[in-house]
């Protein structure tokens, strides 16, 4: 009896420059179906998402229909996300409608206030109906002597103005309860002064971006997770095939580079959490580089470490897309790094209360020290209290905001300034956070170290990385 070939599923992680060299050691094994798949969050993550994580859009520079687009895009019609972003954005262009009707209001030299003050012989009034009803509304109206002015609210709704006598009112009230449309509501803090109807609707407008921006972001960081988990997964079928790979010499110098890989950032690991100097000596690595290696994991001062770091990298003669990965490498670490310094600096201060009757967050901004006077000055004409540090080759604004209002001011403002900005939101325990700062920081030195020893060993055999590695394994 003829039984089916045995079939096997795998996963593989590899870097995309080494996404050939893979292939083709794997299409010696035999007939293999491969499907390709990312590991980064640039290449999973939408562009907004990626930006609202990173924290480069603010509820006030939130695109409404991107923030549309994009949830449609990424999660499914019956996923609560979805749903609630879908009634907010709703919500958004309802009262985006309500503002539009005031300023028409307003160019007729109308106040929506008229609508509910006590008639006297004549009375103003309003309806709101839908278009395919107006014809006939405005028949039944004109029958009753009423004089009519009407404002398209949208393709499917009218606002008509009522103009007529009292001893029209019972007339007119029974015509409108009939005919008036569900679909469009007025809110009852339209009934204002134009200016006070205009400033409520950008309150409500502001409201609903920081809970659109919230929402965003909590999404952004599931997925996040979600990508990060995948990531540790592959990483243990990458370990099981490299078990494989020793078996078969053909495919060992194809899969060469990915295995060097892994060792590196095992290397990298144990120079950083386990002061392994001897490794260094051991590749040859150049003293300049060696040096600086060493002062960005002991000096107190990363900065300007990490910026001759920075240099070397430039002047070398790497491939531009290896130097703009270093310059990925390097803008995050930085903003690890000011973030973590800036929190220790305010807690050594006593600038953070350990114990906090409800969440706040920090505002810190990083830049020249013309624009960190400016923006100090334009945040205290406000009453908004700031706090400046100096901070290595940065001069540092520091900012405490425990309201929502406030903090969509400070973002207005600093965003009119060339800083770097960082907002801190405080929900736990300050020192616990400050930890949790610290241990990003040391994650990310092993990659600014790795990545350093990846380019100045090229041509370093792989079992001499390996030999180097406390874990012979």
Partial sequence: MLLPEKIAMFRVAVPAEYELSLIDAISKFGNTALKAGGMELHHVMPKLLSDVLQGWVSPLTLDIDLTLDTIRRVLRPRDEYRIKIENL?????????????????????????????????????????????????????????????RIRIDEHNYFLILIYEKNREVQVKKLKESISSTLFRIPEWFFDKPQSVLMRAEEEKNKIRKELFDTLLDVAEMIKDAVEYEKTSRIGTLENAQKLCKETKASLTSLNSIV????IATLAREIVKENRIDVLEELNIDEEISKEILELIKSENKLIVLER?????????????????FKEIFA?????????????????????????????????????????????????????????????????LVTLVEDEKTLNMVQNIAERYPVLRLFVKITEDPLKMLANFEKSLEVEEEVVVGGVILVVTKETSLEKLANLCNDKD
């Avoid at 709101?128 to 002597?145: G, R, W």
């Fill in 332 to 396: 995050r670490f930085l903003r690890i790094y000011l973030r973590s310094c800036v929190f220790e600096e305010l807690l050594a201060k006593n600038k953070i209360p350990l114990s906090r009757r409800k969440d706040f967050q920090i505002g810190i901004f990083f830049g020249e020290y013309e624009y960190i006077e400016n923006l100090s000055s334009e945040l205290d004409i406000y009453g908004i209290k700031t706090l400046t540090l100096d901070l290595s080759i940065y001069n540092v």
């Fill in 309 to 325: 770091i920075r240099l070397i990298v430039e002047s070398s003669d790497l491939d531009p897309p290896i130097k703009e990965k």
């Fill in 89 to 149: 954005v709703r919500e958004y262009r309802w009262i985006e409608k309500i503002e539009n009707l005031a300023k028409r209001l307003s160019s007729m030299r109308i106040s929506p206030d008229q609508f509910i003050r006590p008639p006297l012989k004549v009375k103003f009034d309003y309806m709101c109906v839908e278009s395919d009803k107006l014809l006939q509304t405005i028949h039944e109206l004109k029958s009753l002597e009423v004089i009519i002015r």
């Fill in 260 to 263: 060097k890989d892994l060792i």
